[in-house]
T-cell receptor, first 109, second 113 residues
Framework: GQNIDQPTEMTATEGAIVQINCTYQ??????LFWYQQHAGEAPTFLSY??LDGLEEKGRFSSFLSRSKGYSYLLLKELQMKDSASYLC??????????WGAGTKLIIKP | TAGITQAPTSQILAAGRSMTLRCTQD?????MYWYRQDLGLGLRLIHY???????GKGEVPDGYSVSRANTDDFPLTLASAVPSQTSVYFC????????????FGPGTRLTVL
């Protein structure tokens, strides 16, 4: 079966750095996405990795290791507005997105 | 630009009744999707359409139907609602069915009693 695993909840301090991990087992791989979802709102796109390595975009970076079935999202200089759920999703061989349940990130002052 | 819109924002529906959730995008995207999001679960694909005139079944299609008469609109119909269809429904679109980001509508919160 297909499976995406990520922690249910994480807590971090404003100004700090947090790493959210995602492991996956899917039938085929056509890229990994990270989305941010604030409570009561729609998911919004953060990053896309299809090759191994680190992609940096401002305060957010995303890493992929295809051989390990592993990705992480790194958030630096945390701000209160970063409190949200972070969704990991893998595009399988049929070009369908398989979604993890999301990691709720709580930022404390 | 509006992007992608959904209607209604929320709805309470009696079990056994039918309902159509509306979704419209103005980005001229070829691919459109319907997901449901339930607490503790990831987004689950209900139906999708890679281009106008074609549709396909996702992970959880039972009890739902879709149509794609044109590029912009992708309505989702519940023929006879059941309480297990209580969920938040998101419509999304992407430029193609490949490795492109999906843009999401604001969602419809549906409660079936």
């Amino acid at each position: 079966g297909q499976n995406i695993d990520q922690p249910t909840e994480m807590t971090a301090t404003e100004g700090a750095i947090v790493q959210i991990n995602c492991t996956y087992q899917t039938s085929g791989f056509n890229g990994l996405f990270w989305y941010q979802q604030h409570a009561g709102e729609a998911p919004t796109f953060l990053s896309y990795n299809v090759l191994d390595g680190l992609e940096e975009k401002g305060r957010f970076s995303s890493f992929l290791s295809r051989s390990k079935g592993y990705s992480y999202l790194l958030l630096k200089e945390l701000q209160m507005k970063d409190s949200a759920s972070y969704l990991c999703a893998v595009m399988d061989s049929n070009y369908q997105l398989i979604w993890g349940a999301g990691t709720k990130l709580i930022i404390k002052p | 630009t509006a992007g992608i819109t959904q209607a209604p924002t929320s709805q309470i529906l009696a079990a056994g009744r039918s309902m159509t959730l509306r979704c419209t995008q103005d980005m001229r995207h070829n691919a459109m999707y319907w997901y449901r999001q339930d607490l503790g679960l990831g987004l689950r694909l209900i139906h999708y359409s890679n281009t106008a005139g074609t549709t396909g079944k996702g992970e959880v299609p039972d009890g739902y139907s879709v149509s794609r008469a044109n590029t912009d609109d992708f309505p989702l119909t519940l023929a006879s609602a059941v309480p297990s269809q209580t969920s938040v429904y998101f419509c999304a679109s992407s430029d193609s069915s490949g490795g492109n980001e999906q843009f999401f509508g604001p969602g419809t919160r549906l409660t079936v009693l």
